[in-house]
């Protein structure tokens, strides 16, 4: 018997091929699952054996629903959802962001959570069995000066991430997810030296968070263990959240 806790489970990864993508997709497959990488951006490493890249615009329902029968035919059912696509956008003040980079800020982070939860939620349901973990962020709670469009983003994956525990708690699908502080990855490398400073000053624990720790809290959320948690937030702000 395996001891892996996530041994033949398939999951799917969106967003997977960026720096915190890519920590949960490693820490999935030494789990034992088999994981399907849904994103627009090029897999740094190619399909095979427990991985399956696919190429997709997780805010379009079409493309969603193709990738997922490709996944149906190459791995099966799936049973976990991890909501990871994303984008930071502007660093600017509300007045001065445009309507267009807005949008493209919410589509990605929210609308993006709302389709692939709708597409891939059906099979769960049918199956009496599902975890799904939205990767929102502790900007999500507070709001940050200087990322609206982010912040607002992030705090409508959490209120979905509620509504949609609530809405499926009786199916055996469960929906949380995680409100990292900064991960010193992937977006982090769009930030200027000054604000990543100013960001370290609000963490109590004077580190930024790791790749590894969010995946860690994501695999747990992910499998058996977590059975009695649905619309949930997990922090992972190094003290920063005070609720």
Excluded: H
């Excluded at 009496?128 to 502790?138: F, L, P």
């Excluded at 055996?172 to 930030?191: E, H, R």
């Amino acid at each position: 018997m395996s001891t892996k806790a996530l041994a033949g489970k398939v999951a799917v990864v969106t967003g997977g091929n960026g720096g915190l993508g890519r920590a949960i997709v490693r820490r999935f497959i030494s789990e034992g699952a088999y994981v399907a990488v849904l994103d627009l951006a090029p897999p740094e490493k190619t399909s095979g054996g427990s991985l399956l890249s696919i190429r997709c615009d997780v805010t379009k329902p079409e493309s969603v629903k193709r990738s997922l029968a490709q996944i149906r035919q190459t791995f099966g059912t799936v049973q976990i959802l991890v909501n990871n696509a994303g984008v930071l956008g502007p660093v600017a003040t509300v007045a001065e962001i445009n309507v267009a980079a807005w949008r493209r800020v919410i589509d990605a982070n929210l609308t993006s959570t709302f389709v692939c939860c709708k597409v891939l939620a059906a099979d769960m349901i049918r199956a009496s069995y599902g975890r799904i973990v939205n990767v929102a962020s502790i900007q999500g709670k507070e709001g940050t000066a200087l990322a609206g469009p982010y912040a607002a983003s992030k705090a409508g994956v959490i209120a979905l991430t509620k509504t949609l525990g609530k809405e499926l708690a009786t199916t055996g699908v469960l929906v949380n997810c995680v409100t990292p502080a900064a991960v010193n990855a992937g977006m982090f490398d769009q930030i200027s030296a000054e604000r990543r400073a100013d960001i370290l000053r609000r963490i109590p624990m004077e580190r930024f968070c790791s790749v590894d720790e969010v995946a860690a809290m994501v695999a747990w959320l992910a499998g058996d263990e977590c059975s009695f948690s649905t619309g949930a937030v997990f922090d992972l702000s190094g003290g920063r959240s005070a609720y």
